[in-house]
């Protein structure tokens, strides 16, 4: 389908003919919404493509605006605080256990909504939580949500290469000033491409229809998807607390622990099967209990499930037994012989997966040149003198002069701070802030019409570039490219997050002041929990099988490529890294030709072999299990389909978010204990 063909709605509205030719005048907010009750208004792409800005504009203040509806009241504040600061953590615990984040949004909308609803019928809340507060809440909540990113990659990827632990302060500093500068970079970005190009960005549109459903539609929709989420977090937690074997013998309960390994009865008493000479279980090669990664494949979806799964018995099924063998992975003795580890095995088996990870990323980035050259002619395009001179959303979008001197403002925090606090030469800050604004014009583009920021090819890109500019400096290539690929990625993301509440007629400017008080939410809460569960004091502890911030190895292995070269590996890693970065842009090649329909993923498969085996294996299971229910329950009346198959997402979002939660404070209780 044609990129300009995208549909925007599953059940559009189209405005009147006459409108074409007449720009229409703003009316009562209340006549409007008693028109638009039923569906949410909707542009046709003629109107799109042949409409100015001003007209745009002027009929979203018609039919879409919502006028002074509640929105950032002290309510929906504090509850998009409290479930972003919760959430983040969420992202936290999975970003450290596969490097990537899963979206808020749509879970702190489901629970607010039902814990609200509930509130309300019980006569504890006066007034229902009106859609626009239920917004702004997850316009928070999800900015806190993504500003935990640095935490699992670029941030982690400093301190394991300087083997430095930076203070918590400097931490937070750092990372607040990165998102606050995503957000001033996402809303001049919004006026063009949601304002004026309407790009779909599926994901919010999803978020925003949601929401409408929940709050025009039949309430008891919502409080069971309510249920769904509080009865799975529950699950979650419960098992989670269950592995703990610590916890467990405290309460005299020890007897039905969980194990951390599901088959070490099978290798203490059985047998102990092994590959070359190498046990499995040395491998990671082992059935894990981690339910929360299981209920994560469930939101990754059955192609990166099996994807992990292939590159996951390839790598350590035939690889890592066979580097082991040639004495290119080497061992500890222990005693029983020698012995290997994730982190022994991965300082070898990253270098194909990285390679493999950034060649697809980069090929499926640069595969599509007229996205990337209309990136730079929308909004290289300009608006006419006329609707420069009258715009209708003034008194209601943040003032230009907001961006003008909140940019070079904030821009010059993150240089002062990365010259004293990383020692990164002022030139290459100066370099970055202005690098931003390019970068974010080709990652919005990607996030709009897909839905996919590519964080992934930003951060290796904006490696690459610092890599040419200043050879030999490891540390300012972490610190530099983060300023770039972080913030453009965080931009792109926070522009899916303003999609929904464009949808729903809300308030520009309150939506942003959202966003701010997220980040701060997700500071306070996750860069402690950060500091005292994962990082402990030792930077060189920070990959373990457990805990394998698959993300982090990457930037640093690819800092250490940049700066170093392939030289200082092993011959046979060197031979990895060039097969797999040519494999990565075959199987993309692959995929590009057959239109998405090539099952298997070249970053899922690169990704195997940064992760511990019984990772990938368990996200495997859980999108099996996902997926088998939806061949096998077809049913759409029945509990079954309505749970796993209807609300896969919530379900599985459900157990992501109890799991993870409770897991860190298991850690955290584990660690007090000792």
């Known amino acids: 389908m044609p990129l300009d063909r995208l549909p925007h709605s599953s059940n559009p509205r189209r405005v009147s003919e006459s409108v074409r030719d007449v720009v229409p ?89 039902a814990a609200f609803k509930v509130l309300t019928e019980l006569g504890w809340a006066k007034q229902e939580f009106s859609l626009l507060e239920n917004n702004c809440m997850q316009s928070i909540a ?13 941030l982690a990827a400093y301190m394991m290469i300087t083997d430095r632990v930076l203070p918590m302060g400097v931490t937070m500093m750092w990372m607040i000033a990165l998102s606050i500068l995503g957000v001033l970079f996402a809303f001049p970005l919004k006026r063009r491409f949601i304002n004026d190009e309407q790009l779909p960005f599926p994901e919010g549109r999803a978020a925003g229809v949601v929401m409408h459903a929940l709050h025009s539609g039949d309430a008891r929709e ?21 592995k703990s074997s610590t916890i467990m013998e405290k309460v005299g309960l020890g007897v ?57 018995v390839f790598n350590y099924c035939v690889l890592v037994p066979w580097m082991i063998q040639r004495g290119d992975i080497v061992g500890t003795p222990g005693p029983d012989g020698l012995e290997y580890s994730f982190k022994t095995i991965t300082l070898w088996a990253l270098w194909g997966g990285a390679a493999m990870m950034t060649t697809s990323a980069l090929f499926a980035f640069f595969s599509r040149p007229k996205v990337l050259i209309s990136s730079f ?39 002062v701070l990365g010259q004293v606090f990383f020692g990164m030469p ?64 965080n931009a792109s993301n926070l522009l899916m997050d303003i999609k929904p509440g464009y949808m729903l007629g809300a308030k520009p400017r309150q939506q942003a002041i959202g966003h701010v008080l997220g980040i701060f939410a997700g500071a306070f809460a996750a860069i402690p929990v950060f500091y005292f569960a994962f990082l402990r004091g030792d930077p060189g502890g920070l990959v373990t099988d457990t805990q394998p911030f698959p993300a982090a190895i990457v930037w640093k292995a690819v800092s250490e490529v940049m700066t170093q070269g392939l030289s200082n590996l092993v011959p046979s890693a060197r031979v990895a890294a060039v097969v797999g970065a040519l ?32 990772t990938s294996f368990a996200i495997f299971l859980g999108s099996f299990a996902f997926w088998l229910a939806s061949k096998l329950s077809t049913d759409a009346s029945s509990r079954t389909n309505r749970i796993l198959v209807q609300n896969y997402e919530t379900t599985s979002a459900g157990v992501v978010a109890g799991g993870a939660i409770a897991g860190i404070a298991v850690i955290i209780a584990e660690i007090l204990l000792a």
């Open 377 to 415: 002619q929308r909004m290289l395009g300009g608006r006419s003198r006329a609707a420069r001179d009258e715009d209708p959303l003034a008194h209601i979008e943040l003032p230009m002069r907001v961006f003008a001197l909140g940019i070079p403002v904030i821009g010059l925090i993150v240089v």
């Open 25 to 113: 005048e703003p009316v009562d907010p209340d006549a409007h919404r008693a028109r638009t009750e039923g569906a949410l208004a909707h542009l046709s792409d003629e109107q799109i493509r042949t409409w100015s800005l001003e007209q745009k504009d002027r009929w979203w203040l018609e039919n879409v605006f919502r006028g002074d509806m509640p929105q950032l009241t002290l309510r929906s504040a504090l509850t998009g605080m409290l479930l972003g600061a919760v959430l983040s953590l969420t992202n936290l615990y999975v970003g450290v256990k596969t490097g990537w984040t899963l979206g808020v949004g749509i879970t702190s909308v489901v629970l607010a909504f």
């Open 222 to 242: 919502g409080v069971f998807k309510g249920k769904i989420l509080a009865g799975t977090a529950a699950i979650g937690a419960v098992l989670s607390v269950f």
């Open 583 to 614: 494999l990565g842009i075959l199987l993309q090649a692959v995929t590009l030709v057959t239109r998405g329909r090539f099952p298997l993923s070249a970053v899922g498969i690169g990704l195997a072999f940064i992760l511990p085996f019984h």
């Open 426 to 489: 002022a030139y290459l800050g100066v370099i970055a802030v202005p690098l931003v604004f390019v970068f974010s014009l080709i990652s919005v583009n990607s996030t709009g019409l897909t839905s996919i920021t590519p964080s992934s090819a930003l951060g290796k890109l904006t490696q690459v570039t610092y890599g040419v500019i200043a050879p030999g400096d490891i540390t300012s290539n972490i610190t530099a490219g983060a300023i770039t690929g972080e913030v453009a990625s």
């Open 142 to 154: 999800t900015s806190a949500g993504y500003m935990t990113a640095p935490l699992v990659s670029s």
């Open 256 to 312: 039905l622990a969980i194990p951390h390994y599901l088959d070490g009865w099978f290798y203490r008493w059985l047998w102990t099967p092994a590959v070359l000479g190498t046990p499995l279980r040395d491998l990671t090669v082992r059935l894990s209990s981690d339910f929360v990664m299981m209920a994560a494949g469930g939101l990754m979806g059955i192609r990166t499930g099996a994807s992990l799964l292939v590159g996951a």
